[in-house]
């Protein structure tokens, strides 16, 4: 009894200890994202060595070896890359991963861009226990502005946040469009609110032209949005009106926003779709606080980001359900994909 007792003090010391140092990982993630380490490994046809990933590190005149060896074993350790002793030379061999193909700058499946972005926006968890005790954002608290109006007036900024959200919809398009097939079929136009430089929007209109697509977004946003193929953009703020349309796409936008926000939201696009056929489409996570699978934990971190950063949350099918019936919309079902977010489709009937 008293080992077991024992074992389990000790096993609940090192939890709290992980727990307390997560933020190791995610700046020696950063830092390798920063120095492209993971380009520079898989640039090479095999194994290579520390010294040969040094001499690929652009502007670093004074780079300590030692530093960027910890960094690595530390990765090595989380299984971004491997690790090999080169039993002749003595020197360690390093090697790519399928994790660390997600750290590749130029990589349309990529999350560098998402993790870059995690960067500007940490001071933000510096406030965390002021969000508690006085409610708001994070992110205003450190930035004195929401985090919509720090991207309007900073373009480097506002430039790391729509390809960070670019990235994003590579990621997720494949997944959403073939698990929706039949979803697209009935639509004839479309409006992707939220839809950043229309990335989701041209992927959608490629796969199915028929479809007419707006990509409704921000002035500051389109602003900087390339022409894609039988897509328009369209500048604008959902919070006053929205485009008509057959349907209207949100993917990862309601989990930004305050529950009374997201109704407002919500009722303008029931304005802005057919009332006997229209529907409304959200890819956005559906938290299972209970659940097991590869993705549920993952979304009560989200969850506090989001809270955090924004002031939104992801949110229980219970709270989505309520949600949608406040906005106007009374039926839904919820349709899994092989992604961290769900497909929730909603109608006004």
């Not at 720090?150 to 390809?163: D, I």
């Not at 959200?282 to 955090?308: A, E, Y």
Request: aromatic share 8%.
């Amino acid at each position: 009894m008293e080992s077991t007792e024992a074992e389990a003090i000790l096993q609940s010391q090192a939890e709290i200890q992980q727990y307390v140092l997560a933020f190791v990982d995610t700046m020696a993630i950063t830092c390798a994202v920063e120095l492209r380490l993971a380009d520079i490994v898989h640039s090479h046809s095999g194994p290579v060595t520390l010294s040969q990933i040094a001499s690929c590190i652009e502007d670093s005149p004074s780079l300590n070896i030692f530093f960027l060896e910890r960094i690595m074993r530390l990765l090595v350790r989380r299984r971004v890359f491997t690790a090999h002793h080169h039993s002749d030379a003595g020197e360690t061999l390093y090697g790519p991963t399928h994790s660390s193909r997600w750290l590749l700058r130029d990589s349309k499946l990529s999350f560098a861009h998402l993790i870059l972005l995690h960067k500007p926006i940490m001071s933000s968890w510096n406030y965390i226990t002021q969000c508690v005790k006085e409610g708001g954002s994070g992110f205003k608290k450190a930035n004195d502005c929401e985090l919509w109006d720090y991207a309007s007036q900073n373009v480097e900024f506002n430039t790391l946040f729509n390809k960070a959200m670019e990235d994003d919809s590579w990621i997720v398009s494949e997944a959403f469009i073939s698990a929706y097939k039949d979803g697209f079929s009935n639509i004839g136009s479309l409006v992707d609110v939220g839809g950043g430089i229309g990335r989701m929007a041209a992927q959608i209109v490629k796969s199915y032209p028929h479809i007419k697509a707006v990509n409704y977004d921000l002035p500051h946003v389109i602003a900087t949005a390339p022409p894609h193929n039988g897509v328009s953009h369209l500048g604008g703020d959902m919070f006053v009106s929205i485009p008509e349309a057959d349907a209207v796409l949100m993917k990862w936008i309601l989990h930004t926003w305050s529950d009374e926000d997201c109704i407002r939201i919500l009722k303008n696009c029931r304005k802005a779709i057919p009332e006997k056929t229209g529907k409304l489409i959200i890819v956005d996570i559906v938290l299972q606080p209970n659940g097991n699978s590869r993705f549920d934990d993952i979304g009560l971190s989200f969850d506090l980001k989001m809270l955090v950063a924004l002031g939104g949350g992801e949110r229980t099918e219970l709270e989505w359900k309520k949600l949608l019936e406040e906005g106007g919309f009374p039926t839904y079902k919820i349709i899994k994909i092989p992604a961290m977010q769900s497909i929730i489709e909603a109608y006004p009937y």
